[in-house]
């Protein structure tokens, strides 16, 4: 089984720039990529960025300006900085990883979501 735990999450102010977590744990051979969606009310999920094990990165080209992705391999740990929030920005946010617990199996994981409010 593999986990991923979000935090970081909350009411923030806008033009705020709060850092969002995810940590993988559980049996884990490897971690292929990790990425960060959002759900905003009354609307899809969508992707806001995502990282490969070698550090490549894909945004959502509308946010590209305004979040980062990173990573920590060590920690299996991905990270999304995001910069003068708008409260369009509102939204929960979920964590999503494709990881090998074995060299041979392939899993797709999804956190459980942290929602970020952003006021005006």
């Known amino acids: 089984q593999v986990q991923l735990v979000e935090s970081g999450g909350g009411l923030v102010q806008a033009e705020g720039s709060p850092r969002l977590s995810c940590a993988a744990s559980g049996s884990i051979f490897k971690i292929a990529d990790m990425g960060w969606y959002r759900q905003a009310p009354g609307k899809q999920r969508e992707l806001v960025a995502r990282i490969t094990s070698g550090d490549s990165t894909n945004y959502a080209a509308s946010l590209k300006a305004r979040f980062t992705i990173s990573s920590d391999n060590a920690k299996n740990t991905v990270y999304l900085q995001m910069n003068s929030l708008k409260p369009e920005d509102t939204a929960v946010y979920y964590c999503?990883?494709?990881?090998?617990?074995?060299?041979?199996?392939?899993?797709?994981?999804w956190g459980q979501g942290t929602l970020v409010t952003v006021s005006s």
């Open positions: 999503n990883a494709n990881v090998k617990p074995t060299p041979w199996r392939s899993v797709e994981v």
